[in-house]
Protein backbone atom coordinates (compact mmCIF):
# COMPACT_ATOMS: atom_id res chain seq x y z
CA UNK A 1 0.00 0.00 0.00
CA UNK A 2 1.18 3.45 -0.79
CA UNK A 3 2.44 5.40 2.38
CA UNK A 4 0.98 8.92 2.63
CA UNK A 5 3.57 10.82 4.63
CA UNK A 6 1.51 13.84 5.93
CA UNK A 7 3.82 17.01 7.40
CA UNK A 8 3.48 18.92 10.03
CA UNK A 9 1.05 17.43 12.02
CA UNK A 10 -0.46 20.40 13.70
CA UNK A 11 0.68 24.28 13.58
CA UNK A 12 -0.56 27.44 15.00
CA UNK A 13 -1.28 30.30 13.29
CA UNK A 14 -3.02 33.54 12.74
CA UNK A 15 -5.70 35.02 10.82
CA UNK A 16 -3.83 35.98 7.58
CA UNK A 17 -0.85 34.00 7.74
CA UNK A 18 -0.25 31.85 4.35
CA UNK A 19 0.06 27.98 5.69
CA UNK A 20 1.79 25.36 4.21
CA UNK A 21 1.17 21.86 4.48
CA UNK A 22 2.90 19.31 2.52
CA UNK A 23 2.28 15.47 1.83
CA UNK A 24 4.62 12.75 0.27
CA UNK A 25 3.81 9.38 -1.14
CA UNK A 26 5.85 6.75 -0.56
CA UNK A 27 5.64 6.24 -4.65
CA UNK A 28 4.77 8.28 -7.33
CA UNK A 29 0.74 8.76 -7.95
CA UNK A 30 1.06 11.42 -10.73
CA UNK A 31 -1.11 13.95 -10.01
CA UNK A 32 -4.07 11.64 -8.11
CA UNK A 33 -4.64 13.20 -4.78
CA UNK A 34 -6.98 15.41 -3.00
CA UNK A 35 -7.00 17.22 -0.16
CA UNK A 36 -10.06 17.40 2.79
CA UNK A 37 -10.65 19.47 5.47
CA UNK A 38 -12.69 18.32 8.03
CA UNK A 39 -14.27 20.58 11.17
CA UNK A 40 -14.77 18.78 14.75
CA UNK A 41 -18.51 16.27 14.25
CA UNK A 42 -18.55 16.75 10.31
CA UNK A 43 -17.52 14.89 7.59
CA UNK A 44 -14.89 15.54 5.11
CA UNK A 45 -15.40 18.15 2.65
CA UNK A 46 -13.59 17.81 -0.36
CA UNK A 47 -11.13 20.77 -1.51
CA UNK A 48 -8.88 20.28 -4.20
CA UNK A 49 -9.10 17.04 -6.37
CA UNK A 50 -6.19 16.26 -9.08
CA UNK A 51 -3.40 17.37 -6.69
CA UNK A 52 -4.27 21.31 -7.94
CA UNK A 53 -7.92 21.66 -9.27
CA UNK A 54 -10.05 23.73 -6.68
CA UNK A 55 -13.70 21.94 -5.97
CA UNK A 56 -16.92 24.13 -6.94
CA UNK A 57 -17.63 26.39 -3.91
CA UNK A 58 -14.04 26.23 -2.54
CA UNK A 59 -12.80 30.00 -1.77
CA UNK A 60 -9.52 30.58 -4.15
CA UNK A 61 -7.27 31.12 -1.01
CA UNK A 62 -7.30 27.38 -1.31
CA UNK A 63 -4.70 26.38 -4.08
CA UNK A 64 -2.87 22.80 -4.31
CA UNK A 65 0.55 21.52 -6.54
CA UNK A 66 1.94 19.14 -7.12
CA UNK A 67 2.73 16.04 -9.12
CA UNK A 68 4.74 12.27 -8.30
CA UNK A 69 5.46 12.07 -4.70
CA UNK A 70 5.52 15.13 -3.58
CA UNK A 71 2.10 17.82 -2.69
CA UNK A 72 1.42 20.89 -0.86
CA UNK A 73 -1.90 22.60 0.16
CA UNK A 74 -1.76 26.39 0.71
CA UNK A 75 -4.02 28.63 2.20
CA UNK A 76 -3.22 32.05 1.26
CA UNK A 77 -4.19 34.25 3.59
CA UNK A 78 -5.96 31.96 6.65
CA UNK A 79 -9.31 33.26 7.78
CA UNK A 80 -11.07 32.05 11.24
CA UNK A 81 -13.45 29.60 9.65
CA UNK A 82 -9.82 27.62 8.09
CA UNK A 83 -9.13 26.61 11.67
CA UNK A 84 -9.39 22.57 11.26
CA UNK A 85 -7.91 19.65 10.46
CA UNK A 86 -6.58 18.82 6.94
CA UNK A 87 -6.04 15.47 5.15
CA UNK A 88 -4.50 14.68 1.62
CA UNK A 89 -5.74 11.01 -0.04
CA UNK A 90 -4.45 9.21 -2.90
CA UNK A 91 -6.68 8.36 -5.81
CA UNK A 92 -4.04 6.46 -7.66
CA UNK A 93 -4.91 2.98 -6.54
CA UNK A 94 -6.35 0.80 -3.89
CA UNK A 95 -5.96 0.53 -0.80
CA UNK A 96 -6.71 4.59 -0.89
CA UNK A 97 -4.63 5.94 1.34
CA UNK A 98 -4.96 9.15 3.83
CA UNK A 99 -2.58 11.36 5.35
CA UNK A 100 -2.23 11.52 9.02
CA UNK A 101 -4.25 14.93 9.02
CA UNK A 102 -2.38 18.57 9.99
CA UNK A 103 -5.02 20.57 12.77
CA UNK A 104 -4.46 23.89 12.13
CA UNK A 105 -4.91 25.83 15.16
CA UNK A 106 -5.41 29.50 16.37
CA UNK A 107 -1.85 31.30 17.27
CA UNK B 1 -28.05 17.11 -5.96
CA UNK B 2 -26.89 13.96 -4.76
CA UNK B 3 -27.41 13.15 -0.66
CA UNK B 4 -26.32 9.87 1.43
CA UNK B 5 -28.18 9.97 4.48
CA UNK B 6 -26.93 7.33 6.74
CA UNK B 7 -28.58 5.54 9.75
CA UNK B 8 -28.43 6.48 13.45
CA UNK B 9 -25.50 5.52 15.96
CA UNK B 10 -25.29 2.12 17.37
CA UNK B 11 -24.09 0.77 20.51
CA UNK B 12 -22.40 -3.12 20.28
CA UNK B 13 -20.79 -5.92 21.97
CA UNK B 14 -18.05 -7.32 21.23
CA UNK B 15 -17.94 -10.07 19.20
CA UNK B 16 -21.15 -8.77 17.49
CA UNK B 17 -21.55 -7.28 14.45
CA UNK B 18 -23.08 -3.42 13.26
CA UNK B 19 -24.75 -2.90 9.62
CA UNK B 20 -25.00 0.64 8.68
CA UNK B 21 -27.24 2.09 6.05
CA UNK B 22 -27.03 4.76 3.68
CA UNK B 23 -29.37 6.02 1.39
CA UNK B 24 -29.00 7.78 -1.66
CA UNK B 25 -31.21 11.01 -3.04
CA UNK B 26 -30.52 12.94 -5.83
CA UNK B 27 -29.01 9.96 -7.94
CA UNK B 28 -29.72 6.44 -8.16
CA UNK B 29 -27.24 4.08 -6.14
CA UNK B 30 -26.11 2.28 -9.67
CA UNK B 31 -24.78 5.74 -11.24
CA UNK B 32 -22.19 5.95 -8.06
CA UNK B 33 -18.86 4.35 -6.78
CA UNK B 34 -20.06 3.98 -3.00
CA UNK B 35 -17.00 3.91 -0.44
CA UNK B 36 -16.66 3.57 3.53
CA UNK B 37 -14.37 5.70 5.62
CA UNK B 38 -13.91 5.40 8.98
CA UNK B 39 -12.56 7.92 12.03
CA UNK B 40 -11.51 6.41 15.65
CA UNK B 41 -12.20 9.11 18.01
CA UNK B 42 -9.61 11.83 18.13
CA UNK B 43 -7.55 9.68 14.98
CA UNK B 44 -7.54 9.73 11.38
CA UNK B 45 -9.28 8.87 8.55
CA UNK B 46 -9.33 5.40 7.15
CA UNK B 47 -10.86 3.70 4.06
CA UNK B 48 -12.12 0.49 4.76
CA UNK B 49 -13.29 -0.46 0.57
CA UNK B 50 -15.14 0.41 -1.81
CA UNK B 51 -16.74 0.27 -5.16
CA UNK B 52 -14.10 -0.07 -8.33
CA UNK B 53 -15.49 0.54 -11.40
CA UNK B 54 -12.58 -0.30 -13.75
CA UNK B 55 -12.71 -4.14 -12.18
CA UNK B 56 -16.52 -3.58 -11.64
CA UNK B 57 -16.34 -5.14 -8.23
CA UNK B 58 -15.99 -3.91 -4.56
CA UNK B 59 -12.17 -3.82 -3.26
CA UNK B 60 -11.90 -4.32 0.62
CA UNK B 61 -8.87 -2.90 2.45
CA UNK B 62 -6.94 -5.91 3.69
CA UNK B 63 -7.23 -5.26 7.07
CA UNK B 64 -10.73 -5.88 7.39
CA UNK B 65 -10.76 -8.68 4.43
CA UNK B 66 -12.81 -10.91 6.13
CA UNK B 67 -14.81 -9.07 8.52
CA UNK B 68 -16.19 -6.81 6.65
CA UNK B 69 -18.95 -7.08 3.66
CA UNK B 70 -20.47 -4.02 1.44
CA UNK B 71 -23.67 -4.39 -0.26
CA UNK B 72 -26.50 -2.20 -2.19
CA UNK B 73 -29.88 -2.70 -2.82
CA UNK B 74 -31.15 -0.71 -5.83
CA UNK B 75 -34.21 -1.42 -5.63
CA UNK B 76 -33.93 1.58 -2.32
CA UNK B 77 -30.96 3.17 -3.41
CA UNK B 78 -29.55 2.17 -0.06
CA UNK B 79 -25.72 1.08 0.36
CA UNK B 80 -25.12 -0.89 3.56
CA UNK B 81 -21.54 -1.86 5.22
CA UNK B 82 -21.43 -4.92 7.62
CA UNK B 83 -18.96 -5.23 9.96
CA UNK B 84 -18.31 -8.27 12.15
CA UNK B 85 -16.62 -9.76 15.15
CA UNK B 86 -16.41 -6.47 16.67
CA UNK B 87 -14.05 -5.26 18.66
CA UNK B 88 -13.42 -2.22 21.38
CA UNK B 89 -10.86 -0.74 18.39
CA UNK B 90 -13.67 -0.67 16.08
CA UNK B 91 -15.12 2.31 17.63
CA UNK B 92 -15.27 5.15 15.56
CA UNK B 93 -17.33 7.40 12.82
CA UNK B 94 -18.06 5.41 9.95
CA UNK B 95 -18.63 7.54 6.75
CA UNK B 96 -20.02 6.46 3.05
CA UNK B 97 -18.55 8.43 0.89
CA UNK B 98 -18.48 8.72 -2.79
CA UNK B 99 -17.47 10.86 -6.13
CA UNK B 100 -20.07 12.57 -7.98
CA UNK B 101 -18.49 15.78 -10.03
CA UNK B 102 -14.77 14.09 -10.12
CA UNK B 103 -13.87 11.07 -11.16
CA UNK B 104 -12.22 9.44 -8.24
CA UNK B 105 -12.22 12.23 -5.27
CA UNK B 106 -14.43 11.92 -2.72
CA UNK B 107 -16.81 14.81 -2.82
CA UNK B 108 -19.96 13.41 -1.61
CA UNK B 109 -20.37 12.26 1.79
CA UNK B 110 -22.95 11.22 4.72
CA UNK B 111 -23.12 12.68 8.08
CA UNK B 112 -21.51 9.66 9.82
CA UNK B 113 -22.75 6.89 12.10
CA UNK B 114 -20.82 6.74 15.15
CA UNK B 115 -20.31 2.99 16.41
CA UNK B 116 -19.42 1.95 20.00
CA UNK B 117 -18.41 -0.97 21.20
CA UNK B 118 -18.06 -1.47 24.60
CA UNK B 119 -19.04 -4.60 26.86
Known amino acids: AIQMTQSPSSLSASVGDRVTITCRAS??????LGWYQQKPGKAPKLLIY???GLQSGVPSRFSGSGSGTDFTLTISSLQPEDFATYFC?????????FGQGTRVEIK | QVQLAQSGAEVKKPGASVKVSCKVS????????MHWVRQAPGKGLEWMGG????????IYAQKFQGRVTMTEDTSTDTAYMELSSLRSDDTAVYYC????????????WGQGTMVTVSS
Open chain 1, 50 to 52: GAS
Open chain 2, 97 to 108: TTPVTRTVAFDI
Open chain 2, 26 to 33: GYTLTELS
Open chain 1, 27 to 32: QGIRNE
Open chain 2, 51 to 58: FDPEEGEI
Open chain 1, 89 to 97: LQDYNYPRT
